[in-house]
């Protein structure tokens, strides 16, 4: 089941800006990775922040853990075209390696 | 990270009857998981698929329904059985790297009508 919540549900925005969703979740978490999901296809694994650890970069990516508020946050920076996707949050609550997952956040980026 | 196929990429079945996917990874791993992704919605966990012993079911999901073999470190299948169109989703298998990120296969995308 979805364990937590992400938002906003869809963002648009203009080519070049930067894009920031959001992730909740319920229970105490080992981790939490983003993912992203074009057009109904796979999924492309974007990044995975450990409960210890604040805020992990990976490129144009910044992820922030806040654990004390059982959230985290994506942040997109200098967006493309090609950013265009719907962006997916998933915790593990622990060592068993299930992951759970948001409801996701759609992003278009215009040209 | 680990290489992950699936078959078929998607599929079209009739109602009342039976698809199996498979899904093959190109290195041994120890956890791999199966996820329903129903249309415009996230992914669900359905089962666990344990290497030589039976899969272990989320709530919700029964093994008659979606039966599960795992019989090596590299390969998976999921069965749909019996399937109605509320089955139409995207079927994703998945696996956990020893970094504790997790991947996932393209996806088997089902119609049944």
């Known amino acids: 089941s979805q364990q937590g919540e992400e938002d906003p549900q869809a963002l648009s925005i203009q080519e070049g800006e930067n894009a920031t969703m959001n992730c909740s979740y319920k229970t105490s978490i080992n981790n939490l990775q983003w993912y992203r999901q074009n057009s109904g296809r796979g999924l492309v694994h974007l990044i995975l922040i450990r409960s210890n650890e604040r805020e992990k970069h990976s490129g144009r990516l910044r992820v922030t853990l806040d654990t004390s508020k059982k959230s985290s946050s994506l942040l997109i920076t200098a967006s493309r075209a090609a950013d265009t996707a719907s962006y997916f949050c998933?915790?593990?609550?622990?060592?068993?390696?299930?992951?759970?997952f948001g409801a996701g956040t759609t992003v278009t980026v215009r040209a | 990270s680990a290489v992950i196929s699936q078959k078929p990429s998607r599929d079209i079945c009739q109602r009342g009857t039976s698809l199996t996917i498979q899904c093959q990874v190109d290195?041994?791993?120890?956890?791999m998981f199966w996820y329903r992704q129903q249309p415009g919605q996230s992914l669900t966990l359905i089962a666990t698929?344990?290497?030589?012993?039976?899969?272990?079911?989320e709530s919700g999901f029964v093994i008659d329904k979606f039966p599960i073999s795992r019989p090596n470190l590299t390969f998976s299948t999921l069965t749909v059985s019996n399937m109605s169109p509320e089955d139409s989703s995207i079927y994703l298998c998945s696996v956990v790297q020893p970094s504790y990120e997790q991947y996932f296969g393209p996806g088997t995308r089902l119609t049944v009508t």
């Open positions: 290195s041994q791993v120890t956890m």
């Open positions: 698929a344990n290497q030589g012993s039976e899969a272990t079911y």
């Open positions: 998933a915790s593990s609550r622990s060592n068993d390696y299930k992951l759970s």
